[in-house]
Each structure stands twice: as C-alpha cells, then as structure tokens.
Nanobody
C-alpha cells in the first residue's frame, strides 16, 4: 500500500510559478513511475508529466519547456516545477504512483496509486 500527500497548490498570477510536491509513503518497489496529472472543469484527466525510476522524463506538449518534473528516490518524493503559468493551466493536479511488481510467475503486477489532488488556479 502506498499513500500520497500533495502540497504546493494555490493561487498564482499569469506568468508566475509554483512548485508542487508529492510525498509517498508505504511499501517500496524496485520499479515505478511517478507522475502528475491534471483535470480542469468539464475536461478529462490528462497526463502532465511523468518520470521513471531511471529518470526518463515525459511531458505533455502543452507544458514542455515550461514544467519540469523531478524525483528523489531516497525521500520517496516527486516534484513539479511549473513556470510561465497561464489560465489554461488552472486545474486540480493529482500525483500518480505506478508500480510494476514482479510476481513469482515472472509477470508484472500493474498498480496505480493517486493523491487526493491539489488545486492550482492561475489568474490574470
């Protein structure tokens, strides 16, 4: 079982910056992907960025060049530095922890854990 606690959301003016943090606790797995998703009112949840345990990073086209994802495996934490924010970035941001655990059969068990979400609101 993994628990995720997010922090760093809030109100910010357009052009400003925020840094989101997600602290994980619980069972540690050797293979995992941590990421950030967001959901704006009336829209589906979408991937913002993720990062593998080997530090391979993936970004949505809408945030590439503005957002930076990073992780600290020792602290079991993932961060999202958001720069040049605009009103289209307004959404609830969710931390995601994806686990691939090796089973005795040699197959992987795929498990997702989610944080409760933190509101990011960008104003003019």
């Amino acid at each position: 079982q993994v628990q995720l606690v997010e922090s760093g959301g809030g109100l910010v003016q357009a052009g400003g910056s925020l840094r989101l943090s997600c602290q994980a606790s619980g069972t540690i797995y050797s293979i995992n992907v941590m990421g950030w998703y967001r959901q704006a009112p009336g829209k589906q949840r979408e991937l913002v960025a993720d990062i593998t345990s080997g530090n391979t990073r993936n970004y949505a086209d809408s945030v590439r060049g503005r957002f930076t994802i990073s992780r600290d495996n020792a602290k079991m934490a993932v961060y999202l530095q958001m720069n040049s924010l605009n009103r289209e970035d307004t959404a609830v941001y969710y931390c995601n922890y994806h686990i691939r655990s090796l089973q005795p059969s040699g197959a992987y068990r795929e498990t997702d854990y989610w944080g409760q979400g933190t509101q990011v609101t960008v104003s003019s």
